[in-house]
């Protein structure tokens, strides 16, 4: 049985935002408050910026979706704050296992990779998307003239006075 294909209407509609959203509450919840005094200015605030920027890129993305390369330079800024957020978590868990919840911290890991790893196939997809809509824009336009120029051809071309 294949699975029924959700509408997009939002950013709101897209899994990995909601994904990263829900995650980034938990962030805030659960890690930030148990960080030590002294990574005030460190770690807790890498850890914050990271975390919030994941969904707000993703949300700012979706909607210069029809730039060029509007959505997908978003999903690249996403995919690396999001590898930042595991490695302030990795580091959270790992440097600060008497002050963090390690388990939480492990299900927040588990959380990023599926956030990074969704980022990254919306951004393969979104490829593909506007490649083939741009092909089929090309197919579709009876005024565009077909280029026969060869890469050679192009190359020997003189300038016209």
Not at 22 to 39: N, T
Not at 148 to 161: A, G, R, V, W
Request: hydrophobic share 30%; charged share 25%; aromatic share 8%.
């Amino acid at each position: 049985m294949e699975e029924e294909k959700k509408k997009i209407r939002s950013f709101k509609d897209l899994d990995v935002f909601q994904n990263s959203y829900s995650a980034m509450l938990l962030v805030f919840k659960h890690i930030l408050p148990k960080l030590p005094p002294e990574e005030k200015y460190d770690l807790r605030d890498q850890l914050q910026r990271s975390s919030k920027a994941v969904p707000r890129l993703i949300a700012e993305g979706h909607s210069k979706r029809h730039q060029k390369r509007g959505f997908q330079k978003y999903l690249d800024d996403a995919l690396a704050e999001s590898n930042e957020t595991t490695v302030s978590l990795l580091q959270a868990r790992d440097l600060y296992p008497q002050f963090v919840d390690v388990d939480i911290c492990n299900e927040l890991l588990f959380s990023y990779d599926v956030i990074s790893r969704q980022t990254y196939n919306l951004s393969v997809a979104w490829t593909k998307f506007t490649e083939q809509r741009t092909l089929s824009a090309n197919d579709n336009n009876p005024n565009q003239q077909p280029n026969h120029t060869t890469k050679n051809q192009k190359h020997n071309q003189q300038p016209n006075p």
